[in-house]
């Protein structure tokens, strides 16, 4: 049976075909409205965006969903958990503040912030899973303890995972520090003959475990946590990962994760997809890089596949900016993400999380 995902463009003729009513009308038509019990504790899973970057999904659109939260008698909460690296929200204190400052506080939203994992990333809880990587996965405590959850995502490319959507949105931004880094299992390495010793991987690595010896980049691989962050800054391109053992593997995590992170609220979930400004690169990035392809719209839809699997065929159908990261496949019906980060295979992880139940690939796409 195919998962119903619903789509509203941005062509507007009039004040009722505003964004701020299409996200209303999406709510009401995906049956948001039969997520949200009166009472429930509902969390609203964003991402804030790393301080500089600009690519996050506007709080305008977010009021309009704690408002629709509200008119069904649930108490809506904003809500993100630490990173694993060091920035602007590695701590609960420097992410409300990074939050506030791009525009996330509550005269603006009408909801107020709660990050998952508490002050250092340290409430969390278990949810047993029995999957083929994990047993048990390690989810931020107030997300678990939630009745109820909207899921909105800033649908972008990613450097290891091909693309980011609701997918990734509840794995990585469901779990504390401890569970992201149980995700990584792949660690990056140092191409010599392509380094120029220049140390920028060095300079951006939040642990510390790159040196530089003998003119060269030496990464430690017992103090890596599988950041990628060297990878994306390196401007030799010398530094790369295992993408035939270890990426397939991290994609498989990081589904499981996903699972885990709404297993034990069944029906009690919404997602909503933006696919607007369509970055080339994760909003955990301090700054945003050109989209790839023009905005298409948003998507509502109660099957975190669909909806990811959805995005990504609308992505594809797009003709891609030569004037951008995009390097080729610029073509309709081309991978996009695949024109950004040759190496990458996004369509992995929807295979895999309909393989252990999370959805469907299969959809029906209603526009309103």
């Given at each position: 049976m195919?998962?119903?995902?619903?789509?509203?463009?941005?062509?507007?003729?009039?004040?009722?075909?505003s964004m701020?009513?299409?996200?209303?009308?999406?709510f009401?038509?995906a049956?948001?409205s039969?997520?949200?019990?009166p009472?429930?504790r509902?969390?609203?899973?964003?991402?804030?965006?790393e301080?500089?970057?600009?690519g996050?999904?506007?709080?305008?659109y977010?009021?309009?969903?704690?408002e629709?939260i509200?008119?069904?008698?649930?108490?809506p909460?904003l809500?993100?958990?630490?990173?694993?690296?060091?920035?602007?929200?590695?701590?609960?204190?420097?992410?409300?503040t990074t939050?506030i400052?791009h525009?996330?506080?509550?005269?603006?939203?009408?909801?107020?912030?709660?990050?998952a994992?508490?002050?250092?990333?340290?409430?969390?809880?278990?949810?047993?899973i029995e999957k083929?990587h994990?047993n048990?996965?390690?989810?931020?405590g107030?997300?678990?303890?939630?009745?109820s959850?909207?899921?909105?995502?800033h649908?972008?490319?990613h450097i290891?995972?091909?693309?980011?959507?609701a997918?990734?949105?509840?794995?990585?931004g469901?779990a504390?520090?401890?569970?992201?880094?149980?995700q990584?299992?792949?660690?990056?390495?140092t191409?010599?003959?392509?380094c120029?010793g220049?140390?920028?991987c060095?300079?951006?690595?939040?642990?510390?475990a790159?040196?530089?010896?003998?003119?060269?980049?030496?990464?430690i691989?017992?103090?890596c946590?599988?950041?990628f962050?060297?990878?994306?800054?390196c401007p030799?391109?010398?530094?790369?990962?295992?993408w035939?053992t270890?990426i397939?593997?991290?994609?498989e995590?990081?589904v499981?994760?996903?699972?885990g992170?709404?297993?034990?609220k069944?029906?009690?979930?919404g997602?909503m997809?933006?696919?607007i400004?369509i970055?080339p690169?994760?909003?955990?990035?301090p700054?945003?890089?050109a989209?790839?392809?023009?905005?298409?719209?948003?998507?509502a839809?109660?099957?975190p596949?669909a909806?990811?699997?959805?995005s990504?065929?609308?992505v594809?159908?797009?003709?891609?900016?030569?004037?951008?990261?995009?390097?080729?496949?610029?073509?309709?019906?081309e991978?996009?993400?695949?024109?950004v980060?040759a190496?990458?295979?996004?369509?992995?992880?929807l295979?895999?999380?309909?393989?252990?139940?999370?959805?469907?690939?299969?959809?029906?796409l209603i526009?309103?």
């Open positions: 195919k998962s119903l995902v619903y789509f509203a463009g941005l062509r507007a003729y009039s004040d009722q075909e701020t009513s299409k996200v209303q009308r999406l009401d038509g049956g948001f039969r997520v949200i019990a009472h429930d509902t969390a609203v899973k964003l991402h804030f965006g301080r500089g970057n600009d996050y999904i506007s709080p305008v977010v009021r309009q969903v704690v629709k509200k008119s069904c008698g649930g108490l909460f809500t993100d958990t630490s990173t694993l690296y060091l920035g602007s929200r590695s701590n609960a204190v420097d992410h409300i939050a400052l525009g996330f506080d509550f005269a603006v939203t009408g909801a107020p912030i709660i990050i994992d508490g002050l250092f990333g340290k409430h969390v809880a278990q949810v047993s083929k994990f048990t996965v390690t989810i931020a107030d997300i678990a303890l939630s009745d959850m909207i899921v909105m995502s649908f972008k490319g290891v995972s091909g693309f980011g959507g997918i990734k949105n509840l794995a990585m469901c504390p520090p401890e569970g992201k880094k149980a990584h299992n792949a660690r990056p390495f191409i010599p003959d392509r120029s220049c140390g920028s060095a300079d951006i690595c939040p642990k510390t790159i040196t530089i010896e003998k003119e060269k980049s030496v990464i691989r017992d103090l946590i599988g950041c962050d060297c990878m994306h800054v030799e391109h010398a530094i790369d990962i295992d035939e270890e397939p593997v991290f994609m995590r990081m499981e994760y996903a699972y992170a709404v297993k034990e069944n029906g009690k979930v997602y997809n933006f696919l400004r970055t690169d994760c909003d955990c990035f700054f945003s890089d989209p790839i392809v023009p905005d298409i719209g948003i998507l839809s109660k099957d596949v909806i990811d699997t959805a990504f065929d609308l594809n159908q797009q003709t891609g900016f030569t004037e951008s990261h995009l390097t080729s496949h610029h073509h309709k019906g991978d996009k993400f695949k024109g980060h190496q990458t295979d996004g369509y992995r992880q295979k895999y999380a309909e393989e252990i139940g999370m959805g469907s690939r299969s959809y029906d526009r309103i």
